[in-house]
């Protein structure tokens, strides 16, 4: 059964760093490209970052650009993403995702002050 786990959100204020994990287990993480989205309160979901496949690129929105990083830990089928400089705006619901298989039940990062 494939399956996505994300853990390390919370409640940071402005300027503030979290790290978001995503644990796979079911299958191996490196065979596919993966990505996260988030959604926030009233707003749409926001495709933010993702590893392609087979190539390993990698992709970021232009709203998370030079503050996030996504990476990925083959050894503990693992990817994370690290979320610098936070702002408001990022506040909202974090999901990792195999596009168009399956995502995480998601994890809640609040930024405020």
């Known amino acids: 059964q494939l399956q996505l786990v994300e853990s390390g959100g919370g409640l940071m204020e402005p300027g503030g760093s979290l790290k978001l994990s995503c644990a796979a287990s079911?299958?191996?993480?490196?065979?596919?490209?993966i990505g996260w989205f988030r959604q926030a309160p009233g707003k749409g979901r926001e495709e933010i970052s993702c590893?392609?496949?087979?190539?390993?690129?990698?992709k970021y929105a232009d709203s998370v650009e030079g503050r996030f990083t996504i990476s990925r830990d083959n050894a503990k089928n693992t990817v994370y993403l690290q979320m610098d400089s936070l702002n408001t705006e990022d506040t909202g619901v974090y999901y990792c995702m195999i596009p168009g298989i399956t995502r995480g039940q998601g994890t809640q990062v609040t930024v405020s002050s």
């Open positions: 079911g299958f191996t993480l490196d065979n596919y490209a």
């Open positions: 590893i392609n496949y087979p190539d390993r690129t990698t």
